[in-house]
């Protein structure tokens, strides 16, 4: 809270009030950040009332918070890195994947980036949590990780990518997947088919010898 002072002129009569800065504006604004290390403990605690509550508190703040949750990504998991069929929930996930998925667009783009890790389970909850979010910048990535040659990479970026049905740059994606079709490598072509069956309507048959995903 601002305070008034007097002001004294020069010749020393005349008292002027002028208004002076809160000392404390620095001390108040500190306060009222978010403490995320004591709200990351609750977070990825046992009780799931309390990660309610963080949960309601982080989206007051949900840059801030998707900044901090990502350097701390994927967190506790009781998941192991393993070929998906179906995109799981962010829950099934862990605690952040979950936070991330409810914070939305921010966490969109503090996530794009995990999409090309060199990390291979960082990768791969990457691309299941994208699948929650389903947001327009992450589709590149997921559709890059469908050539991964790692067939849980493959498989879970098969799986996020069919939250993407309906963004205008799918069915684009899905040209370019067709053209991948006649690919000289083998493995390309191959996945290219595999992801087609997972997207598209129609089945895509390919002359490709499964053999080649795991050669």
Same mark, same amino acid.
């Given at each position: 809270?601002? *305070?008034?002072?007097? #002001?004294?002129? $020069?010749?020393?009569?005349?008292? !002027? ?12 604004? #500190?306060?009222? =950040?978010?403490? +995320?290390?004591?709200? %990351?403990?609750? %977070?990825?605690?046992?009780?799931? $009332?309390? *990660? ?7 989206? *007051? ?11 701390? @990504? ?6 192991? =890195?393993?070929?998906? +069929? ?11 994947? #979950?936070?991330?998925? +409810? ?5 969109? !783009?503090? %996530? ?8 291979? $389970? !960082?990768?791969? @909850? ?16 997921? +559709? *890059?990780? %469908? ?8 498989s879970a970026a098969r799986a996020a990518a069919t939250a993407f049905r309906g963004h205008p740059p799918f069915n684009r994606a899905l040209e370019q997947l067709r053209q991948e079709l006649s690919s000289p490598d083998p493995l390309r072509g191959l996945l290219a088919a595999r992801a087609l069956d997972a997207l598209a309507t129609q089945p895509v048959s390919t002359s490709v010898p499964l053999a080649a995903e795991s050669g």
């Open positions: 809270m601002s *305070r008034l002072v007097w #002001a004294v002129s $020069d010749d020393g009569d005349e008292q !002027t009030p002028v208004e002076a800065p809160a000392k404390h504006a620095s001390t108040a604004a #500190a306060r009222s =950040r978010p403490d +995320f290390a004591a709200l %990351l403990r609750i %977070l990825t605690g046992p009780d799931p $009332d309390q *990660r309610a509550k963080v949960l309601e508190h982080l989206g *007051r703040f949900p840059q801030a918070a998707a900044d901090k949750l990502i350097l701390h @990504f994927p967190g506790p998991t009781a998941r192991s =890195r393993r070929p998906v +069929f179906e995109l799981p929930r962010a829950e099934e996930l862990g605690p952040i994947p #979950a936070a991330l998925a +409810f914070l939305g667009k921010p966490a969109a !783009t503090a %996530l794009a980036p995990l999409l090309d890790s060199k990390n291979l $389970d !960082t990768r791969y @909850f990457a691309l299941l949590t994208a699948g929650s979010l389903a947001y327009p910048e992450l589709l590149d990535g997921v +559709f *890059r990780a %469908l050539f991964a040659p790692e067939p849980e990479i493959s």
